[in-house]
Every structure is written in C-alpha cells, then in structure tokens.
C-alpha cells in the first residue's frame, strides 16, 4: 500500500502555490486589514479560474469531483500565505453541499460561534440541530465582532427568523461538513506554522547578534527544532483524517480531532517561538510577521480549541471501554 500523495495531487499543490505566491504576496495581505472587505483583490478570481472553488463538487455537478484528500494540500497552501479569502467555508465545507457556481459562500458549522466573511457572500450555510440551512445574503442580520485579525472578519449572525432558509443537508451531511470544516482549518494552521518556521529561520540566518547569526545560538536552534517536529508530529495525522474522511472509515471524527489538536498545538507553538526569535520587530504592524501570528490565534480557536479536540477522542476512547 502506498502511503503518499500521487503525482496529480502534488501538481496540484504546485499550481497553487505558484498562484498564491502570484496573488497573494504579503503586501496582498497587508492590504486586506484595512480595505473595505478583508479580502484579496484577484486570488478569489484566480482560484476560481483553477477550478480549486468547487474542486470538491462532482464533476456531474459542474465541479472537478476531487476529494479531501486532493484539497488538503491546497488548504495547506492557502496558509502558507495567510490567504484572507473564506477557502475553507466556501469549497471545503458549503459547495459541496450547496453545489458548484456560487460567487462566495461561508459557513457556521461545528462548535463555530461567529461566522468568517459573512458581510461579503451570497450565501451562508448553518448548522441547525441535524440539517444544514442555507441563508441567502438579503435575509441575514449580521452583527460585526471585534477580531484580533482585522483580514478575517466574524460576525455573529440572526437567521432563524427568515423564511428564505432552504434545508441543503441532513444529519450525515452535517457530520461530513463539520469534520470538513475542522480538517480544512487544520490543514490552513498547518501551512500557517510551516511558513512561520521558514520566515525565523531566515530573519535567524541575517540577523546578528554579538558577532553571530542569532540562529548559531543553541537557544534559538531549540526553539526552531521544537516547531519543526511539532509540525513532523502534525502533518500525518492531518492527512490521515483527509484518507479517513475519503474512504468513509467510521473513526474519521477522531482522526479529524487528533490531527485538529496537534495541528493548533503546532500552529501555537510556531507563532510563539517565531515572536520570541524575532524578538521586539516581531510585536510592529511594520513587519509581516503579526499577520501570521494572529491568523493562527484565531483559527486556533475557531471551532474548537485543541483542548476540546481531545475531549472529543477521550470520549471516543472511553465509550469503546
């Protein structure tokens, strides 16, 4: 049995970051805190045209009919570069379920008490009880919520009393979507530590202190060592939770929460060895690397934090004793 990717599956990844590294540079992000939207200029668009948006609606459907494991590569990516767009919402969790050829959808599923991007889609797929509601633009409420990440902007969000809700999913569906919604933010927070480690390794190669690379000193070669295997530790059971999901395995919610909790843990880890390596620039709105950081501090929180990951495999664990 082969445990890897398959070539198409990494020639997809490529493509994308080669895109993302295009649309999507840090100044893309920057400007994202402060524009109307929070969001990019021309990545939504370029996703779009790949056809990465609906990649996991089936071809019959107007989609490219690829799977979670095919996507995870690409969720990993879109955190690399901190992409302020709703990647996750829209194409892991709601166009499966809602179908191909929407403009912008979001999602509130799971343990997610505000919803990301709300004031800029069409549409807003919600998890009521067992179904899936999904609410168009014009009926919805939104309340702002101040956020530690002015490019992921939450609000809360009033919907029980519109009658434009359609019901999208029942309770297998809504299961599928919140383990979705959890492996895509696993996967983003992934590709969030990864280039966190990359960034403090090279400001630790330029940056001297008493004659020396800061990164020569053993103290900083700890810290850097601790990110990359929290990450080694991380990765494959991210993975693993995107195999489960695909092949139906009935442990896949576990595995989904296993690799959630150690992909936060590893996300937590990198953003606070990064600040501490890059020391005093790394706290200035001058310097890119806050932008990281606070993407992580949320997302580690979105949907559960790794704490209540693991409450959710002890269950597991015990109610199998």
């Not at 997610?112 to 009880?129: I, R």
């Not at 002015?150 to 009393?161: E, G, I, K, P």
Request: proline share 4%; aromatic share 6%.
């Amino acid at each position: 049995m082969r445990f890897a990717f398959t070539d198409d599956q990494l020639a997809l990844r490529d493509a994308v970051r080669d895109l993302l590294a295009k649309e999507c540079p840090p100044s893309e992000v920057a400007e994202a805190w402060t524009n109307a939207t929070g969001r990019t200029t021309r990545a939504w668009e370029a996703l779009r045209a790949m056809g990465v948006l609906d990649a996991l609606v089936p071809e019959a459907d107007g989609g490219l009919g690829l799977t979670v494991l095919d996507l995870v590569l690409v969720c990993e990516e879109a955190g690399r570069v901190a992409l302020p767009e709703p990647l996750v919402e829209h194409a892991v969790v709601a166009a499966p379920v809602v179908g191909a050829g929407r403009e912008s959808l979001t999602a509130l599923v799971g343990a997610m008490s505000f919803v990301a991007y709300a004031d800029t889609a069409d549409a807003v797929l919600v998890q009521d009880d067992d179904r899936l509601l999904l609410v168009p633009a014009p009926a919805l409420v939104l309340e702002p919520e101040p956020s530690v990440d002015h490019a992921r902007r939450v609000f809360t969000l009033d919907w029980s009393a519109s009658d434009a809700a359609v019901e999208v999913g029942a309770s297998v569906a809504c299961a599928e979507a919140i383990d979705r919604a959890t492996l895509g933010r696993a996967a983003y927070l992934l590709g969030l530590a990864q280039h966190l480690l990359d960034a403090t390794v090279e400001y630790a190669s330029t940056r001297h202190q008493f004659g020396a690379p800061i990164g020569s000193f053993q103290a900083i070669k700890h810290k850097l060592a601790d990110v990359r295997i929290a990450l080694e530790f991380a990765r494959p059971l991210v993975y693993r939770a995107a195999s489960s999901i695909v092949v139906g395995d009935p442990a896949a919610s576990v595995h989904v929460s296993m690799g959630a909790a150690q992909s936060i843990d590893a996300a937590l880890c990198a953003a606070r060895h990064a600040l501490q390596c890059h020391g005093a620039i790394g706290y200035s709105y001058e310097h890119d690397l806050h932008h990281w950081m606070k993407r992580v501090w949320t997302l580690a929180r979105a949907g559960g934090d790794a704490s209540w990951h693991r409450e959710r495999v002890a269950r597991a664990i015990l109610d199998r004793t």
